[in-house]
């Protein structure tokens, strides 16, 4: 395993005395990845990252950004970090240029030839006013001042979910190019699944506040796929381990399976097929059908 930029054990969130928003999380995010967080509205993404910020205090466990406590160390944790979230806000009476020079202020180690590299790309001007300014522009220079201060880990939540599909993938472009390339780690919360496949390396799926799966992206395509079965009369019942979903129909099954490998092909062939069919999924697919 890589140094980890995020780490956490055991981490819960309880609201009251039943709702626990996050539960038990156990998180590896490694240094240098970018890494997908995703779950369905209201499965925990946000209150853990509240939690990783030192926004919100956690009810138990442990948790490591960038090697501190952001609990116990909070400046420190955010001298390294940059935070895009959705439906960020900032001061919007301020024009483009007012706005970075009030951030640059904060930050010794800002990179001018990023900054001009990124306003060539996304065509701002320093006088645009913030309140003038597109959905899709505003998360731009939201992502510019995340970005410019050379952060070691960049936590993006779902700021993309309100862009129209050309701005989500101008803004997905941005992120390659301006941090990527610098090899620092990306953390990206969303529920938009099939934009972030293009540049994700690593995957975590939460549901209703427990982490699922937490794979390189590319184990998780190969181990998570979904098989056809054709049988000469009606099909048997077949139960193999790892199943996450099953469609039966006549003569034909449907599977999901978490855990594909040449042992269960082995486990139904046994069963006599007459058509078998082994397909791949995408992101979306893999995501869909583990929590549905």
């Not at 006549?250 to 078998?276: A, C, H, M, W």
Request: glycine content about 6%; overall charge neutral.
């Amino acid at each position: 395993m890589k140094t980890l930029a995020i780490e956490t054990f055991e981490l819960t969130k309880k609201y009251g005395n039943k709702i626990e928003a996050v539960k038990n999380l156990n998180l590896q995010v490694p240094t240098g990845s970018i890494y997908a967080f995703l779950g369905k509205n209201g499965a925990g993404k946000t209150t853990t990252i509240r939690m990783l910020l030192g926004f919100l205090r956690r009810t138990r466990g442990n948790i490591t950004v960038v090697g501190f406590d952001p609990e116990k160390d909070s400046i420190a944790v955010r001298k390294k970090i940059g935070y895009v979230a959705e439906n960020q806000r900032m001061y919007d009476w301020m024009t483009v240029n007012e706005i970075i020079e009030f951030c640059r202020a904060f930050y010794p180690s800002w990179d001018f030839s990023l900054q001009k590299q990124l306003m060539e790309r996304s065509e701002l001007s320093g006088s645009m006013r913030l309140k003038d300014l597109s959905t899709g522009t505003y998360e731009k220079v939201a992502l510019l001042l995340a970005v410019c201060h050379e952060p070691e880990l960049l936590i993006l939540d779902d700021p993309t979910s309100g862009l129209d599909p050309v701005a989500r993938r101008e803004f997905m472009q941005g992120i390659i190019e301006a941090f990527q390339q610098r090899e620092k780690t990306v953390f990206f919360s969303t529920h938009i699944v099939n934009e972030i496949e293009q540049i994700a390396d690593w995957v975590g799926i939460i549901d209703k506040g427990v982490l699922i799966i937490s794979q390189p992206l590319d184990k998780l395509k190969s181990l998570v796929k979904k098989i056809h079965i054709v049988f000469e009369t009606d099909a048997p019942e077949i139960n193999i381990p790892g199943i996450v979903w099953k469609e039966k129909n006549g003569r034909e099954i449907t599977l999901v399976l978490k855990d594909y490998s040449s042992e269960v092909l082995n486990i139904i062939n046994q069963f006599k097929p007459i058509g078998l069919e082994v397909i791949n999924l995408t992101l979306e697919e893999i995501f869909v059908s583990l929590v549905r």
